[in-house]
């Protein structure tokens, strides 16, 4: 127990409101961790001259570049003495999480315990990255606190200029829309590029995440540099008696109003009996329909993956969403999930080699073309890579039909390999 308190007027204040707060978790946490009482004395300090006062340094262990976030306070007295010296250490170590998140309750409450003996008990599941975020040690106890999570299976994920960690959803192991197998294309990206994200040597931070359907219940597609996304390729699954019973449960208003009038594409009817006319052609895959019916409607059957780049938030030119770079690609052999590995090793490598520093690959893609990247990373051009329609309708056709042959070589080729 400390008697370590800092008076926080602005921080109590927090916990009026009508939501449980954060404060409240750190004042209880603060009762047996003094380091946790300094922090939120930094906090209100923090809050009432709207600046933060943690900086950067160095903090890692044996064999490792990254994994380890170092922050030491900045707030010193006049003779440099720390005004919070429980706090002038809050260190924060990223440990790789499960593949789509599982974990057994023996497994939560083994981390808490050697968390709660090496650091300050806090943890955040999960980072933006996706890590167990293990927050608050000190630089003397981050060896050991390591060696010890390390034994029992996990490692460090990224951190820095580097491979950040993956993130996948739940997909196939509980959820019906799954297009693909999730868990198995995140461990195979980051057991390929672990050394990658060990060791920090990219111009910037590169994120993989996978999500099993267009839902992107991970949201890869504005979030991650590789995003892989389940999809298929065929008719939507329709069990027109479900329909009719959803019809009848719900309305025919209801219907066309919550279902029908909001397909993006106008691509679904209503017919006169109650069954749903579906222009598959037309469909932009954005999950509406099948979510609202779930027991009428399912993912086809021809399943596989789209892959998108460079997706990212806010920095040198604003929000980014991924670009479509393979339209479908599906998983049928490991050859075809060793094809998914190639592609992002030679978007990493050329990543590393072209970028500018502190460039993101969407930042890199917009300075030098989306063609030009297309080339370099050995990828054919699409018409469904296609970003905005354009704004002029001078356009060159000197070479329209050799570009069209082979267009139509490749959907020759895809349909001989789904038969």
Request: charged letters at 25%; one cysteine or more; proline letters at 4%.
């Amino acid at each position: 127990m400390t008697d370590k308190t800092y008076n926080t007027p602005k921080l109590d204040e927090l916990e009026t409101g009508p939501w449980p707060s954060f404060v409240t978790g750190l004042k209880r946490l603060a009762e047996d961790k003094p380091m946790i009482a300094g922090v939120l004395g930094q906090l209100e300090h923090s809050y009432t001259d709207r600046k933060g006062y943690w900086k950067g340094g160095t903090i890692g262990v044996y064999g490792y570049g990254g994994g380890i976030i170092p922050r030491f306070t900045e707030l010193k007295d006049d003779d440099g003495n720390p005004i919070y010296p429980e706090a002038q250490e809050f260190h924060t170590m990223r440990f790789i999480p499960p593949a789509g998140m599982h974990y057994s309750t023996e497994l939560l409450r083994d981390i808490c315990d050697i968390w709660e003996k090496h650091g300050s008990g806090l943890i955040a599941l999960h980072g933006q990255t996706g890590d167990i975020m293990l927050q608050g040690i000190t630089a003397d106890n981050v060896q050991a606190c390591f060696d010890e999570l390390n034994a029992y299976g996990l490692d460090l994920g990224g951190a820095g200029p580097a491979v950040r960690t993956g993130m996948s959803c739940v997909g196939a192991a509980r959820c019906e829309h799954s297009c693909c197998n999730e868990q198995k294309i995140h461990r195979l990206l980051v057991n390929n590029f672990l050394d990658d994200m060990h060791r920090p040597s990219l111009p910037y931070k590169f994120k993989f995440k996978v999500s099993g359907c267009a839902n992107d219940c991970m949201n890869s597609i504005e979030r991650s540099d590789f995003a892989v996304i389940g999809t298929w390729r065929d008719d939507i699954q329709v069990d027109q008696a479900e329909v009719q019973a959803f019809v009848e449960t719900k309305g025919r208003k209801h219907t066309i109003d919550n279902v029908v009038s909001r397909c993006p594409s106008g691509s679904l009817s209503l017919n006169d009996d109650n069954t749903l006319e579906i222009d598959n052609a037309s469909c932009v895959r954005c999950m509406h329909c099948i979510n609202v019916m779930t027991r009428a409607l399912a993912p086809g059957q021809d399943r596989g993956v789209t892959i998108l780049v460079g997706g990212k938030r806010t920095l040198r030119i604003g929000d980014l969403f991924g670009t479509v770079v393979v339209p479908f690609l599906p998983l049928r052999s490991d050859a075809d999930y060793q094809r998914i590995l190639e592609i992002a090793q030679e978007i990493v490598d050329f990543f590393a080699e072209n970028a500018l520093e502190h460039e993101r690959v969407g930042e890199m893609i917009e300075r030098i073309g989306l063609v030009n990247f297309l080339e370099a990373v050995g990828l054919e051009v699409d018409p469904n890579m296609i970003h905005e329609p354009r704004s002029i309708s001078y356009v060159r056709t000197d070479d329209w039909d050799e570009e069209a042959e082979k267009w139509y070589r490749r959907q020759h080729m895809q349909s001989e390999q789904a038969s």
